[in-house]
């Protein structure tokens, strides 16, 4: 299983990325998938988590009303749209894919690579 994340860089603070990670090696449909992201010497923290099939989401606190989560089966992708982007949104973030919508970490199966976003005040 490969998960391809793309879709960061730097942006100005109150701009937007949207974010893209591309599934290949298995049925992406079987899959919920997740966000997670990474500050410089802080832990992985969650994002967002999106069901197989894009009924139902989640979010943690800091990103409700700012992120989306969003699918397209058909594309094997899952995306997250960042607006209002602040500061303490840099991260390395990365998508990950399993077998529960959860917002653990230790519970996805399969991990990309994390793509790097870079807000400036």
């Known amino acids: 299983v490969q998960l391809q994340a793309s879709g960061g860089g730097l942006v100005q603070a109150g701009g937007f990325l949207r974010l893209s990670c591309a599934m290949s090696g298995r049925t992406f449909s079987r899959y919920h998938m997740g966000w997670f992201r990474q500050a410089p010497g802080k832990e992985r923290d969650f994002v967002a988590t999106i069901t197989w099939d894009g009924a139902s989401t989640d979010y943690a606190d800091s990103v409700k009303g700012r992120f989306t989560i969003s699918r397209d089966n058909a594309k094997n992708t899952v995306y997250l749209q960042m607006n209002s982007l602040k500061p303490e949104d840099t991260a390395v973030y990365y998508c990950?894919?399993?077998?529960?919508?959860?917002?653990?970490?230790?519970?996805?199966?399969?991990w990309g690579q994390g793509t790097q976003v870079t807000v400036s005040s």
């Open positions: 990950a894919a399993g077998r529960l919508p959860t917002t653990e970490m230790k519970l996805y199966d399969y």
